[in-house]
DNA sequence: TCGGCCATGAAACATTTGTTGCACGAACTG
DNA sequence: CAGTTCGTGCAACAAATGTTTCATGGCCGA
């Protein structure tokens, strides 16, 4: 009975409308008006919101061979399931290989970490990457572990605004670096507990200068917080285990450099294409095949 | 609006998630990761796939603050509801151009990837960081905004194990690296569309050498992932805007990491302080004061 | 006009749905 | 160790769902 479905549920129903019963043309119209309610409302009540009779439903998907309503609805729903990546049979084993400590442990990260994202304060983002906007040159701080993330956001934000940023100390001692932060310009400092000594001297440094100070951190009391323009916190403790969770921090410098780039409008699109085909030239990436 | 904060019910259940009972959270881990099946089948379906009692669907959306699984589903339908009128892109467009346009694109990130992160497969991991475990030696390797993964990895793997893990090509040009390469050794390979040269050379060399290959990528169909042991899969372009997302491929970084220490037991928390004691010695952090 | 046919709505049907009461067991408390 | 709470699976429940049946009424050909 399960056909092959050459054509999409829709499609079939759109074709085979003209030569329907005139009632069930309506209720036809009306489907393919309203899939996502099809797939998710009750029978009855498409039948209320339509002004037309239940059995309608179960008609019309007789009428152009399904076996039921039922069946009509689960071929829409498959139809408009979004990201195709697995069918919904195989997604879940995964999860249900029993009680064992280590995959509970990585289970309780994920579940935090993914709850902390979610407690991002997104305006303080939005604000300082206007900052970012505007500021001629951007300088980017963080030692040990949030070094990765300082190397994320140089990267990102290189990748559309190429000669304005540069990480402090990535061209020499730090010392020579902060001597040259300026007014109009801005300095990123990343850290959280314990915070290393290098990068509230990178701090303290931009707010002498003058320099616009953003700093990414587990608290607002942080040292490399103080003074600063803008301050953007994470929760780097609220993941269990030993090590402290960058998760936050990462997300946060994605997402100040993607609004970076929204505000950055053509110019920076273009800057980013103009990057990418000399990536491409130099044959870089793996060409993509069918 | 009356409240100060209006979360989704997916950011709802993600920030209960982890003060729930242990059954809910299976459960609610399983909502979380299969949203679209959760709007459109019954409940009794999910619980058969998801290997749970029924009864634990009703008793999720209560402690979460609806009536009943009737309501917690409507309002994820409501939720994930294409706006009438207009399709998808047009939608967001018109959504970035209110005067919290850019906050709404912070918000919309973050809760695409706190919800990725709930459908990073958990087990893989833990068999992952046994490999770790068991290696004589590791290496880590990411290009270009990969490279801040590799570099976190290689920061926390080294706190407890020093001197048997290193960046292909962190001491010199990857090519001598690849020649280290020994059956018994482990290596790990990060990447994601579009797959760099490199980086498929360096997993093509460990997988000849009959290395322990390892690669953290966005598909299964990775270059990289070819001949793999393990791959951990995470999802590169779920999060609106225009570059990838890394987010997935920390958390897995961090997990794994965690991971590997709690299986080197007392060894490896000794390592672990005698790290944290030389670089308080060498007053590298801020004293806590009270 | 009659008789067959079909479209249509209302009501009765068997199933399936979400829910709840209950019992058992583990974990915690005094 | 007893007493309590809490989490959990099972089974029965009422409500709802989709389907079917039946009666009605309009339409067309004989």
Redesign the interface.
């Known amino acids: 009975m399960a056909e092959p479905a050459k054509f999409s549920p829709l499609s079939e129903l759109r074709i085979a409308l003209p030569s329907l019963p005139m009632r069930l043309q309506e209720v036809g119209r009306f489907v393919a008006a309203n899939d996502?309610d099809a797939?998710?409302r009750s029978m009855r009540d498409l039948a209320a919101v339509a002004g037309a009779d239940p059995a309608a439903f179960t008609r019309l998907a007789k009428a152009i061979g399904y076996s039921g309503w039922d069946e009509l609805r689960a071929a829409l729903?498959e139809a408009r399931?979004?990201s195709q990546l697995a069918p919904?049979?195989v997604?879940?084993k995964?999860?249900?290989?029993g009680p064992?400590a280590?995959?509970a442990?990585?289970?309780?990260?994920?579940?935090?970490?993914?709850?902390g994202?979610?407690?991002?304060p997104?305006?303080p983002?939005?604000e300082a990457?206007?900052a970012l906007h505007v500021a001629k040159r951007i300088w980017i701080t963080g030692y040990?572990?949030c070094?990765?993330?300082a190397?994320?956001l140089n990267?990102?934000l290189r990748?559309f605004r190429p000669d304005q940023v540069q990480i402090v100390g990535g061209s020499g001692p730090d010392d020579l670096d902060l001597g040259a932060f300026r007014p109009g310009q801005a300095v990123i400092v990343i850290g959280f507990?314990?915070?290393?000594?290098?990068s509230?001297r990178v701090a303290q440094a931009a707010y002498r200068a003058g320099a616009t100070l953003i700093a990414i951190a587990d608290s607002v009391a942080a040292?490399m917080a103080e003074g600063a323009d803008h301050v953007l916190l994470f929760e780097a403790a609220s993941?269990p285990?030993?090590?402290p969770?960058?998760?936050g921090a990462?997300?946060i410098a994605?997402?100040l450099?993607?609004?970076t780039?929204?505000?950055g409008g053509t110019a920076a699109k273009k800057r980013?294409q103009d990057t990418e085909v000399r990536l491409a030239a130099a044959?870089?990436?793996?060409s993509?095949k069918g």
Chains 1, 2 share one sequence.
């Open positions: 996502y797939t998710t729903t399931r979004p919904f049979s997604r879940a995964s999860r249900r290989h064992n280590d995959v442990l990585v289970t309780d990260k994920f579940d935090a970490e993914s709850a994202l979610l407690r991002i997104a305006q983002i939005a990457a206007r040990r572990s070094r990765s993330v190397e994320l990267y990102e990748l507990l314990p915070y290393t000594h290098a509230v040292p993941s285990g030993f090590f969770s960058l998760t990462i997300a994605q997402s450099a993607a609004v780039f929204s505000l980013l044959s870089t990436y793996v993509e």
